[in-house]
């Protein structure tokens, strides 16, 4: 027995349309795969995003004091990044309540502070430092607390 | 990163202006990297470029202490919260690593001259964005009794 013959005596016909589907479904799943690896790398790279992704869910009303936390829990700050914002919170002391920021920033200069500029943006974003709104700063020692020790 | 006309109709200064006054602005404005430390703009030196925020923190310092942090993209840092007389009144310091748009001073001022309508307009939103950003800015010029509206 040859040719369509023996192909459809031995269920051939069935066979090649499963062997097909296989291969066309794995390929399938390969490209899925790949054109959503972008996602996985940009995560690889910033690892804060797997939180937010997770705060996504959460109900929108939400009180000042969540808000606050959420801020906080959303800065991932590095081990230098919290000493940075620790040396900052020693400089604020020698200062008054409501301070200068580029005054803040000169004196962490002139302390030779690593990464100043980056370490006071830190502080600004994690409303750590805060405006007065007459052109002068606050230290929130409650966000500081919260966040760094 | 967004190109000029996007960040031009995203800006609350530009964003009121018709499409042939944001035409006319474009070409003007030419965009510059920031990084962290960089001094962009410096006190009593001769204020040449007004600067649009594209991305990025900036620290704008001014006398006597005070000082305003500008990161929302569209920010225009110019006109009095920059300089007077053609002399840079403030000094623009880099926090965080982005980019700004680059106007000349002298050629944007020209533009919006030329068109009493979209001069106007601009000072009508530069006016509610410093009362909403800097409102300070104006206790200041009451304390001097000067007038740098038209000086800058």
């Known amino acids: 027995m040859y040719g369509l013959e023996a192909i459809n005596a031995n269920n051939g016909w069935a066979i090649s349309v499963v062997g097909v589907t296989i291969?066309?479904?794995?390929?399938?799943?390969l490209s899925l795969v790949i054109s959503q690896l972008y996602r996985v790398l940009a995560l690889?790279?910033?690892?804060?995003?797997?939180?937010?992704?997770f705060k996504a869910k959460q109900p929108k009303n939400q009180s000042e004091e969540f808000q606050e936390k959420e801020i906080i829990d959303q800065a991932v700050f590095t081990e230098s990044?919290?000493?940075?914002?620790?040396?900052?919170?020693?400089?604020?002391?020698?200062?008054?309540?409501?301070?200068?920021?580029?005054?803040?920033?000169?004196?962490?200069?002139?302390?030779?502070?690593?990464?100043?500029?980056?370490?006071?943006?830190?502080?600004?974003?994690?409303?750590?430092?805060?405006?007065?709104?007459?052109?002068?700063?606050?230290?929130?020692?409650?966000?500081?607390?919260k966040a760094i020790l | 990163?967004?190109?000029?006309?996007?960040?031009?109709?995203?800006?609350?200064?530009?964003?009121?202006?018709?499409?042939?006054?944001?035409?006319?602005?474009?070409?003007?404005?030419?965009?510059r990297e920031i990084h962290p430390g960089d001094i962009i703009a410096k006190a009593d030196d001769a204020a040449q470029?007004?600067?649009?925020?594209?991305?990025g923190t900036v620290l704008l310092?001014?006398?006597?202490?005070?000082?305003?942090?500008?990161?929302?993209?569209g920010d225009f840092i110019g006109l009095e919260l920059l300089s007077a007389k053609g002399v840079y009144k403030t000094t623009l310091t880099v926090l965080e690593k982005?980019?700004?748009?680059?106007?000349?001073?002298?050629?944007?001022?020209?533009?919006?001259?030329?068109?009493?309508?979209?001069?106007?307009?601009?000072m009508a939103s530069w006016q509610e964005y410093l009362d909403k950003t800097a409102p300070f800015v104006k206790i200041v010029?009451?304390?001097?009794?000067i007038s740098l509206s038209y000086n800058f």
Not at chain 2, 61 to 73: C, D, F, K, Y
Request: net charge negative; hydrophobic share 40%.
């Open chain 1, 23 to 29: 291969v066309f479904s794995g390929l399938v799943t």
């Open chain 1, 44 to 53: 690889w790279e910033n690892p804060s995003k797997i939180k937010t992704l």
């Open chain 1, 81 to 145: 990044q919290k000493e940075g914002a620790k040396q900052f919170s020693l400089l604020i002391r020698t200062m008054e309540n409501h301070f200068s920021l580029p005054r803040l920033l000169h004196l962490a200069q002139i302390s030779d502070l690593k990464n100043s500029h980056s370490n006071l943006n830190n502080l600004l974003k994690t409303n750590i430092i805060i405006p007065d709104g007459s052109g002068f700063f606050t230290w929130e020692k409650e966000t500081f607390d």
């Open chain 2, 1 to 31: 990163m967004s190109n000029i006309k996007e960040i031009l109709n995203k800006s609350s200064i530009f964003s009121s202006l018709g499409e042939d006054d944001i035409q006319r602005l474009e070409p003007f404005f030419e965009k």
């Open chain 2, 49 to 55: 470029f007004f600067f649009l925020l594209n991305n």
């Open chain 2, 61 to 73: 310092a001014m006398e006597e202490g005070r000082s305003v942090v500008l990161n929302t993209p």
């Open chain 2, 98 to 122: 982005g980019s700004v748009f680059a106007v000349p001073r002298q050629a944007f001022l020209a533009v919006i001259q030329e068109n009493s309508e979209a001069a106007a307009t601009i």
């Open chain 2, 141 to 145: 010029k009451k304390i001097e009794g």
